[in-house]
């Protein structure tokens, strides 16, 4: 094959969220193996992985533990069909799931990534209105600042942002409540709610920290009065937790620490640990009975993805909730938030080019104070990371940090040096 890798990458690939004009010219790494929390790419040359690949990964990369957990299940079958059949490795996990889950007697419709959670979550809630003999109830309310995901109707609840007005057309209108950097949003949330509950099926929320909208950081009380308002009003409460699942905020899951129980819950990323792609509906045993009646009748959920319920996913998926659950994880979360949220602050916040900095367990925004017109200081900021061996990668000029829940504290060190020293070089007066 001619050419380097990133050559032949190039001229096969097209890379999401990526303008491919510009893409070699943003120095584009091609990874080609891992160790612990770093990845290493076809030079050789090792970068701590400070986004946890996205958000998916937890507890670092190659965990013996969880390579054998697929290995083992390859010894037994890869794949076989959820729709109107089981396979023993997903029942095990969803009863593994069902004891952890802030969900009342939990059901699981399984898919494979956030955003088919979040549009699984959508459908279900809406036919639950229709199988309960409600009429009218055909929209949703979500927060502006939202991020579910890319498909049409996670599209539709998200706000606005990310490209996503080029689809405004066919994006389905929904009532817009205000973001999280609204002080009084869940105030006005509630108040919207009073008026307009007739149309709503549900209430879609990222519990907490809106991820996308730059880790926006919500209090914890006003949640427990938007639950208790959807109760109230006949509503139901659909929370994304794809972000802020499994450990990231420094709790299981961010609806514990807001002390809600929601009616549907989406959750993906960290699910496998960041192995292999599976997300998962979560529905309360009230919605499951509602969609109980005749054998093809028009009560049934008429959804289902091949994929749905992988038996490899779901493998590493068991394992991983087994190895996350041992109470020293969420305690090193716990730790290396405080550690982070301090060196933050004393070597991050006083430079010149931080505007904010924002965060919740080991989910963190550093927001950068406005460059000049097309500076994208962001990426810049970034890509001097990156060249220091640390991969980040921005939301706009918000430099995220989501290290792996096990990271250690002279990788916590590094990160902020690399981030300090990247900011004074790209910010400097
Ligand atoms: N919901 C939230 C809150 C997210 O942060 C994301 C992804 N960042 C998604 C949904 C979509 O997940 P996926 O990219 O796996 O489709």
Known sequence: ??????????????????QMDAFLRNSPLVIE??????????????????????????????????????IDQLGRVAHSTLLGHGNTT??????????????????????????AAVEQALKIAFQYWKNEGSEGKTTYMAFGGAYHGDTVGSLSVGGDGFGSSTFDDLRFPVVRAPGFDDPAFIDAAIELLETTHDELAAVVVEPLVQGAAGIRVAPTDGFK????????????????EVATGFGRTGSLFASEICGI????????????GGYL??????TSGAIYKAFLGEDLGPKTLYHGHSYGGNALAAAVARKHLELIRAPEILANVNDRAEQLKRL???????LAGVADIRTQGLMCGVELAPGSPGERRGRLVCAGAVARGVL?????????????LTITEPEIERIVEALAESIEEVCAP
């Open 261 to 272: 129980r929601p009616d549907i819950m989406a959750l993906g990323k960290g699910l496998t």
């Open 225 to 240: 009065d938007l639950e208790a308002s959807c109760r109230d009003l006949g509503v139901l409460l659909i929370c994304d």
């Open 90 to 115: 997903v029942v095990e996990l969803s009863e593994a799931l069902a004891e952890v889950v802030p969900v009342d007697e939990p059901h699981f419709v399984y898919a494979s990534d956030g955003a």
């Open 33 to 70: 193996s891992a160790e612990g929390h770093e990845l290493i790419d076809v030079d050789g040359k090792r970068y701590l992985d400070a986004i946890s690949s996205l958000w998916v990964n937890t507890l670092g990369h190659r965990v013996p533990e969880l390579d054998q957990a697929v």
């Open 277 to 282: 792609p599976m997300s998962v509906t979560v």
């Open 344 to 350: 933050l602050d004393e070597r991050v916040a006083p």
């Open 1 to 18: 094959m001619a050419g380097t890798w990133i050559e032949r990458d190039a001229s096969v690939v097209w890379h999401g969220f990526t």
């Open 392 to 404: 980040l990668r921005p939301l706009g000029d918000v430099v995220v940090l989501m290290p792996p």
